[in-house]
């Protein structure tokens, strides 16, 4: 059996990776992601939802709320810490 196995030098695999800025990055996935944070608020725990870009979009009562609420909107809820 034939070895489907290449090698390439550092340089040859350099060449194939693009750079992307901070910016960049963080629109990676922004029209379908939606970011779920614990908040204190006025001495109560609430729910923050936010775009991938950090944007504020929604507070809910609990986490489930808030993941339901993301995926009401077709969007794709992932936990901050």
């Known amino acids: 059996m034939k070895n489907m196995t290449t090698s390439k030098s550092p340089r040859e695999a350099q060449a ?3 750079m992307l800025t901070a910016q960049d990055f ?3 996935g922004a029209q379908n992601l939606a970011f779920v944070r614990k ?3 006025g001495g109560a725990s609430q729910w923050a939802i936010f775009s991938a870009d950090g944007t504020p979009i929604g507070m809910a009562p609990s986490r489930d709320v808030a993941f339901a609420a993301v995926r009401q909107h077709e969007l794709e809820p992932q936990s901050v810490h």
């Open 26 to 28: 963080a629109a990676l």
């Open 16 to 18: 194939h990776h693009v």
């Open 39 to 41: 908040v204190e608020e």
